[in-house]
Protein backbone atom coordinates (compact mmCIF):
# COMPACT_ATOMS: atom_id res chain seq x y z
CA UNK A 1 0.00 0.00 0.00
CA UNK A 2 0.92 3.50 -1.04
CA UNK A 3 1.76 6.36 1.73
CA UNK A 4 -0.37 9.15 1.72
CA UNK A 5 2.18 11.22 1.40
CA UNK A 6 4.44 9.49 -0.70
CA UNK A 7 6.35 11.78 -3.41
CA UNK A 8 4.76 10.39 -7.11
CA UNK A 9 6.50 11.19 -9.98
CA UNK A 10 5.63 11.58 -13.88
CA UNK A 11 7.44 9.33 -16.34
CA UNK A 12 6.77 11.41 -19.29
CA UNK A 13 7.00 14.80 -17.91
CA UNK A 14 9.23 14.85 -14.74
CA UNK A 15 6.48 16.18 -12.86
CA UNK A 16 6.68 15.67 -9.34
CA UNK A 17 4.36 15.53 -6.21
CA UNK A 18 3.64 14.62 -2.74
CA UNK A 19 -0.25 15.39 -3.26
CA UNK A 20 -2.15 11.96 -4.25
CA UNK A 21 -2.95 12.19 -7.83
CA UNK A 22 -3.46 9.45 -10.29
CA UNK A 23 -2.55 11.45 -13.45
CA UNK A 24 0.03 14.22 -14.04
CA UNK A 25 -1.63 17.67 -14.31
CA UNK A 26 0.43 18.84 -16.91
CA UNK A 27 0.79 16.07 -19.08
CA UNK A 28 -1.84 13.55 -17.83
CA UNK A 29 0.48 10.69 -17.87
CA UNK A 30 0.04 8.02 -14.90
CA UNK A 31 1.67 9.24 -11.75
CA UNK A 32 3.61 6.71 -9.83
CA UNK A 33 5.08 6.27 -6.28
CA UNK A 34 8.37 6.01 -5.40
CA UNK A 35 8.27 2.75 -4.61
CA UNK A 36 6.78 2.04 -7.93
CA UNK A 37 9.33 3.22 -9.47
CA UNK A 38 11.54 1.36 -7.44
CA UNK A 39 10.30 -1.86 -7.93
CA UNK A 40 10.48 -1.12 -11.71
CA UNK A 41 14.08 -0.42 -11.37
CA UNK A 42 14.41 -3.65 -10.15
CA UNK A 43 12.71 -5.43 -12.93
CA UNK A 44 14.90 -3.47 -15.22
CA UNK A 45 18.35 -4.18 -13.13
CA UNK A 46 17.57 -8.22 -13.41
CA UNK A 47 16.94 -8.19 -16.88
CA UNK A 48 19.87 -6.23 -17.93
CA UNK A 49 21.76 -8.32 -15.86
CA UNK A 50 20.39 -11.59 -17.38
CA UNK A 51 20.50 -9.87 -20.46
CA UNK A 52 24.47 -9.35 -20.49
CA UNK A 53 25.46 -12.21 -18.54
CA UNK A 54 23.11 -14.69 -21.42
CA UNK A 55 25.18 -12.78 -23.91
CA UNK A 56 28.28 -12.74 -22.24
CA UNK A 57 28.17 -16.95 -21.80
CA UNK A 58 27.35 -16.94 -25.82
CA UNK A 59 30.04 -15.15 -26.54
CA UNK A 60 32.21 -17.20 -25.08
CA UNK A 61 30.78 -20.37 -26.78
CA UNK A 62 31.43 -18.98 -30.12
CA UNK A 63 34.59 -18.11 -29.33
CA UNK A 64 35.34 -21.76 -28.28
CA UNK A 65 33.70 -22.56 -31.67
CA UNK A 66 35.85 -19.48 -33.78
CA UNK A 67 39.01 -20.88 -32.06
CA UNK A 68 38.97 -24.39 -32.41
CA UNK A 69 37.96 -25.11 -36.05
CA UNK A 70 39.84 -28.21 -36.50
CA UNK A 71 39.30 -29.62 -33.10
CA UNK A 72 38.32 -33.05 -34.46
CA UNK A 73 35.76 -33.16 -31.04
CA UNK A 74 33.94 -30.23 -31.86
CA UNK A 75 30.63 -31.24 -33.07
CA UNK A 76 30.93 -27.68 -35.58
CA UNK A 77 32.82 -25.37 -36.39
CA UNK A 78 32.78 -21.45 -37.65
CA UNK A 79 32.91 -21.62 -41.60
CA UNK A 80 32.81 -17.48 -42.00
CA UNK A 81 35.32 -15.08 -42.95
CA UNK A 82 36.58 -12.28 -40.90
CA UNK A 83 33.63 -10.13 -41.63
CA UNK A 84 31.19 -12.56 -40.89
CA UNK A 85 32.69 -13.01 -37.48
CA UNK A 86 33.29 -9.06 -36.99
CA UNK A 87 29.64 -8.61 -37.39
CA UNK A 88 28.78 -11.62 -34.88
CA UNK A 89 30.48 -10.07 -32.43
CA UNK A 90 29.55 -6.59 -32.75
CA UNK A 91 25.54 -7.36 -32.50
CA UNK A 92 27.02 -9.17 -29.36
CA UNK A 93 28.42 -5.99 -27.62
CA UNK A 94 26.26 -3.93 -28.93
CA UNK A 95 23.35 -6.12 -26.91
CA UNK A 96 25.50 -6.54 -23.53
CA UNK A 97 26.20 -2.40 -23.52
CA UNK A 98 22.44 -2.67 -23.90
CA UNK A 99 22.01 -4.77 -21.20
CA UNK A 100 25.04 -3.12 -18.99
CA UNK A 101 23.03 0.15 -19.79
CA UNK A 102 19.48 -1.31 -18.35
CA UNK A 103 21.15 -2.39 -15.59
CA UNK A 104 22.80 1.20 -14.87
CA UNK A 105 19.44 2.54 -15.49
CA UNK A 106 17.96 -0.20 -12.62
CA UNK A 107 20.47 0.80 -10.44
CA UNK A 108 20.00 4.54 -10.87
CA UNK A 109 15.90 3.86 -10.33
CA UNK A 110 16.42 1.62 -7.13
CA UNK A 111 18.65 3.69 -5.41
CA UNK A 112 17.32 7.07 -6.32
CA UNK A 113 13.35 6.44 -6.25
CA UNK A 114 13.32 8.58 -10.07
CA UNK A 115 14.35 7.29 -13.67
CA UNK A 116 17.21 9.34 -15.27
CA UNK A 117 16.51 10.90 -18.55
CA UNK A 118 20.15 10.47 -20.30
CA UNK A 119 20.18 7.09 -19.68
CA UNK A 120 17.01 6.19 -20.66
CA UNK A 121 17.25 7.80 -23.83
CA UNK A 122 20.61 5.98 -24.10
CA UNK A 123 18.87 2.67 -24.30
CA UNK A 124 16.30 4.11 -26.72
CA UNK A 125 19.30 4.83 -29.12
CA UNK A 126 20.87 1.24 -28.10
CA UNK A 127 17.97 -0.37 -28.90
CA UNK A 128 17.42 1.49 -32.43
CA UNK A 129 20.84 0.24 -33.09
CA UNK A 130 20.19 -3.54 -32.32
CA UNK A 131 17.18 -2.86 -35.09
CA UNK A 132 19.00 -1.06 -37.63
CA UNK A 133 20.73 -3.97 -36.83
CA UNK A 134 18.37 -6.51 -37.27
CA UNK A 135 16.87 -4.95 -40.26
CA UNK A 136 20.94 -4.82 -42.34
CA UNK A 137 20.99 -8.95 -40.95
CA UNK A 138 17.53 -9.55 -42.82
CA UNK A 139 18.75 -7.07 -46.07
CA UNK A 140 22.25 -9.18 -46.20
CA UNK A 141 20.86 -12.69 -46.01
Same mark, same amino acid.
Given at each position: ??? +???? $? ?27 ? *?? $? ?17 ? #?? *?????? %? ?20 ? +? ?5 ? *?? !?????? #???? !??? +? ?5 ? $??? *? ?8 ? #? %? ?7 ? +??
Amino acid at each position: MTG +INET $RICYKCDYETKNPLGACPQCGHHLRTTAQ *VK $RLGMVMAALGGFLTLFMAG #LT *VTVAQL %VWHPFDPRASSSFTGGPEALLF +IFGIFAV *VM !IFGLTS #LAAG !IFQ +IKHGRRN $RKV *VKMILALAGV #L %VAAGCLVQI +IL
